[in-house]
């Protein structure tokens, strides 16, 4: 699956970023729980080094907790320091705060010490649909962040001050210019951050049965009663949609219809709390991750 899609506002987006840097304390990086290594811009590492840099594994409580702490115990190998975080909970709010604020407090103290009282500014960034302009509004305690549940929905750089000394920048989504390994394009496409318009979306979700059926086969079998462990995988979808009872005239199947139920499912967390990816998949693929 070679998915080439960098049309020009991403590149408008990536040259926004990079002229922006320089006004920037802390790089805040935001990645899908459910897929840490997919939702992880490798252009990244180049843009902002120099930077101070935290990650924020946002939507965690549609994440397997487990591998949610192995991936923050990754990140800390790395250097960086992460959070889970739920965009839709304040309950993690204070946390994701004193990360951004502890990136900086280096940058502050130095200041402090020639007398000025320095407001901290962070750059949030990710690629597309994984929340960014939702954690700022969460971060922030009301809607100052266009956020919207499909990709592209932030056009340009939006500040917000959340305190007298700390302000934040949403950032349009950033995807690379080509997604070369089949595996993680599929990832992407799983949870929404590629378009399923440009999908065939019964392909797309019938692998994510497949897939779903590998990580999580009691929950799936539960979800869709037709389901069984004798089900073959070309009929998976079939069998979510009789399930569900939906029929096309002549009583053939509605896997069109199936098949989107499925995607809008697993995405809402209706199936089961996966994560897709675990740090080891860098040690299967020797780093070659995009």
Known sequence: MLIQWYPGHMAKARRMLIENLKLIDVVVELVDARAPLATRNPDFDDLFTGKERVAVLNKSDLAAPEITKLWVE??????????EFVSTSAQKRGAAVALIEGAAAEKVKKMRDKGVSKTVRAMIV??????????????????RAQTGDKPGVTKGKQWVKITPYLELMDTPGLLWPKLENE??????????????????VETLAGNLLCDLRRLCPAALMERYKKITSETADEALLAMVA???????????????????????????????RVTLETPDFLEAHNGETQ
């Not at 595996?183 to 065939?200: K, P, V």
């Open 74 to 83: 990754h990140y800390k190998k790395e250097r960086i320091k992460a959070v």
């Open 126 to 143: 990710g690629i597309p649909n994984v929340g960014k302009s939702t954690f700022i509004n969460r971060i922030a305690g009301e809607n």
């Open 183 to 200: 595996t993680l394009a599929r990832h992407l496409a799983y949870i929404g951050s590629i378009n399923d318009e440009t999908m065939d």
């Open 242 to 272: 009789q399930s569900r009872g939906f029929m096309v005239r002549g009583g053939g199947y509605d896997t069109e219809r199936a098949a989107r139920i499925a995607l809008d499912e697993y995405r809402g967390g209706k199936i089961a």
